[in-house]
């Protein structure tokens, strides 16, 4: 692709882009997009169009779900429960 075909980047996306990066290199990634757009105040909506083609940024957690679970509830029946259900499922977790 020459100079003139290429696309131009909005600079303000390539900012974002720069300083998502650098939140996620200072504080690692266990967070999501709405985490991280809320510490880089930032709307949600724009940041997940700006880092749409990161290959860095599907390290990032796709919902709060996927947070590992606390050792309080480890001893917990439904947390015995859900177990059984993710090894009926073949679910990781």
Known sequence: MTEATRPRQNPKILTLR?????????HGTDFTIADLAE????????????????KWA????????????????????????????AGFLRIAG
């Open 58 to 85: 599907t390290v990032l957690r796709s919902s709060r779900l996927d947070m590992p679970v606390r050792p309080e509830f480890q001893g917990a029946d439904a947390f015995e429960a859900q177990q059984a259900a």
């Open 18 to 26: 720069l300083r998502a990066y650098r939140h996620c290199l200072a």
């Open 39 to 54: 510490a880089l105040d930032t709307p949600t909506a724009i940041l997940r169009r700006a880092l749409r083609d990161e």
